[in-house]
């Protein structure tokens, strides 16, 4: 007997059910694991690291090799993870092709912090690499599992933004929200503050701005927030409203910023946006852009319009003018 669905599939474009079912399965199964804790097993010790050279933990590695399974007959022909070097192909004749972070925010497992799982689906292309390295706008489904308090599901198929709930009782994902959208306005901003010394100048004035207050330029209090796990960051800015900032900075290895493209960017970039937001490099909107490789990173601005607009234009002013801008606001200049 066929499982039953733990999704109800009159909510998903129905090309999308086999896919979006098993993602849901092993999202379940992971939910359940994650809430264990150290009663199964040691999940967050670390058992290598992947080709970006990140740590790889061992809840890392078996919720690829859990997704990576679930998928095969789903219509899925090309996987990409960011715990793989390359694509895999699973079904030879599927139409799909869905890129994934297993298990987003990795380092938070053994400190009982929301983690996630960020996926997106593009129609399959006859070559692998090609099938990924296209324009994000391009993604026909985009989403992540969040495992926190709840467990949730956060989808799109490209008209709008539904929200779902793990219910415990039933082990299956509730529809919450048919229609998600952020907040209009926020005072929130989440950005490691610890790096200030290594950004560019448009994003230290932008925050310098926010830190001043009312007393500033902004005319009004913000609050900082930083979880260091984008899933539970997405979720928030979704639900309260606000911007994140991951920019690049001078540091090696970080020129381009840390997060990945087709991993995690461009679906948090297509959900962002259907929910009525605004995601960026900084300068420029990420869904039109392409990934050069398939790990390739980018710096990442999102959140509520007016937010991130706000950075952008601070990245629009030339640098002797950002210099100005920043000698006069510059709160943590001697």
């Known amino acids: 007997m066929p499982e039953q669905p733990i999704i109800n599939p009159d909510h998903i474009p129905p090309e999308l059910s086999a896919p979006i079912q098993a993602l849901c399965r092993v999202g379940r199964d992971l939910a359940h694991r994650i ?22 933990k061992a809840l890392d590695v078996m919720a690829d090799a859990a997704f990576a399974s ?10 990409a993870s960011e715990e793989q070097d390359d694509v895999v192909e699973i079904d030879s004749d599927g139409p799909f092709a869905l890129a994934i972070d297993p298990l987003d925010g990795s380092s938070n497992i053994d ?23 296209r324009p994000a706008t391009e993604q026909i489904a985009a989403g992540y599992i969040i495992y926190g308090p709840q467990t949730a599901l956060i989808v799109t198929f490209g008209d709008g933004v539904q929200a779902y709930v793990l219910d415990p009782d ?3 994902f509730v529809l919450t929200d048919k229609a998600l959208t952020m907040p209009e306005t926020s005072t929130e901003f989440a950005i490691n503050v610890s790096n200030y010394r290594h950004w560019p100048k448009p994003v230290r004035a932008y925050i310098d701005d926010c830190l001043a207050g009312s007393e500033g330029p902004r005319e ?8 260091a796990s984008l899933v539970a960051e997405t979720h928030r800015i979704l639900s309260r409203g ?22 995690e960017c461009a679906p948090i970039a297509m959900l962002i946006e259907q929910a009525g937001g605004v995601a960026t490099d900084g300068s420029d909107r990420i869904l039109p852009q392409s990934a050069p490789e398939l790990h390739a990173r980018t710096p990442f601005v999102f959140g509520t319009r007016e937010m991130v607009d706000r950075v952008c234009a601070y990245h629009d002013l030339p640098d002797d003018e950002v ?12």
């Open 111 to 133: 400190v009982n912090v929301s983690i996630g799982t960020i996926f997106s689906i593009f129609p399959a292309l006859d070559q692998a690499n090609p099938s990924f390295l």
């Open 242 to 263: 606000g911007i994140f900032l991951y920019p690049q900075d001078n540091r090696k290895g970080y020129e381009r910023g840390r997060l990945r493209v087709v991993y």
């Open 323 to 334: 210099s100005a801008l920043f000698g006069k606001r510059g709160l943590f200049r001697a």
């Open 70 to 79: 679930a998928l095969a007959g789903t219509g899925v022909r090309w996987y």
């Open 220 to 227: 009004k209090n913000f609050n900082m927030r930083w979880v």
């Open 170 to 172: 039933t082990d299956r």
């Open 35 to 56: 809430a264990r804790g150290p009663l199964g097993g040691s999940l967050g010790h670390e058992v290598g690291s992947n080709i970006g050279g990140d740590g790889q």
